[in-house]
């Protein structure tokens, strides 16, 4: 870890790339302060995924600090918890075969028009092995390229789809091994849209690379050799071990990640274990 910073009590300790950090000194069940939200959001936005260890939270609790950081964001596609229209519960029982949901990097709902800038996941049930989450710092990512490849992919234009996943001939659609949570498989998946491939971040000002290979399935105007020569380069680039933060889970702990400049992968490796988080997201802007 890195070195740590103490501001209005609370205590912020980045990882040593600057990418990752753990946020402690501060009660979530209570609506922070003004200034010590402030300082949340700025760590945030400084280190894209930030941990708040020690954290048990109400479902209440968990929908009032997301709206601390913004407005909802749209869920599609799995059912939210009975009660909580917001709250999406990631459960895996023991005794379930299918693959570990979010088994794939991607960044969170980037087929919508205005994709989530946050998301929220904190942990109730953490089994013993497994189940780590990795991150990938598509800013350094960026910034790692040739000044020739940064300028050949300024202007263009990605290709997003939930078709791989949520759509009519998806994953989830030929999926026989049952599953708790409840996926809603529909035609609304098949739908495309573009971003920019390289994206501005609205609060720092940083480019990122903006594709993932769960949800990106092209680049406008380039044929499908042609896309999938620059996504697959991409793809392998974004994942190296040089902008990777594994993060490793706890009850009762808290993620926040950017959905703006990250994209993220699930690991599994905890059958026969209960695992059990809520996760919200943060309403997000049209990428620019």
């Not at 800013?139 to 078709?163: C, F, I, K, N, T």
């Not at 020569?229 to 071990?241: E, K, M, N, R, T």
Request: include cysteine; hydrophobic fraction near 40%; aromatic fraction near 8%.
């Amino acid at each position: 870890m890195g070195q740590a910073t103490v501001v209005d009590e609370i205590v912020v300790t980045p990882q040593e790339t600057g990418f990752g950090a753990l946020i402690e000194g501060v009660d979530l069940s209570r609506p922070p302060s003004p200034s010590a939200l402030a300082q949340i959001k700025a760590a945030w936005a400084r280190h894209s995924v930030v941990a708040f260890p020690d954290q048990p939270l109400s479902l209440e609790a968990l929908e009032a600090f997301t709206q601390a950081i913004g407005p909802f964001g749209e869920d599609p596609f799995i059912a939210p918890m009975p009660g909580h229209p917001n709250v999406l519960e990631l459960r895996r029982e023991p005794d379930e075969k299918a693959t570990n949901f979010g088994a794939g990097w991607h960044s969170d709902w980037s087929f919508q028009k205005a994709p989530p800038a946050a998301t929220l996941l904190r942990s109730q049930v953490i089994p013993p092995v497994g189940g780590d989450t990795l991150f990938a710092d598509c800013s350094r990512a960026y910034e790692a390229l040739s000044p020739v490849m940064q300028a050949m992919l300024e202007g263009l234009r990605a290709v997003h789809s939930a078709s791989r996943a949520y759509g009519t001939q998806g994953v989830f659609a030929k999926e026989t091994a049952k599953r708790t949570m409840e996926i809603i498989v529909s035609p609304e998946a098949d739908k495309t849209l573009t971003h920019p491939l390289v994206r501005t971040h609205p609060v720092t000002g940083r480019k990122a690379l903006f594709v993932s290979p769960v949800y990106t399935v092209g680049i406008e105007g380039m044929t499908v050799k042609e896309s999938q020569a620059v996504l697959g380069f991409l793809f392998a680039h974004i994942v190296q071990d040089e902008f990777v933060y594994r993060h490793k889970w706890r009850k009762d702990m808290l993620l926040m990640w950017d959905n703006r400049c990250t994209v993220h992968f699930a690991e599994g490796g905890y059958d026969g274990h209960l695992r059990v988080l809520h996760r919200t997201t943060v309403a997000g802007d049209v990428p620019v």
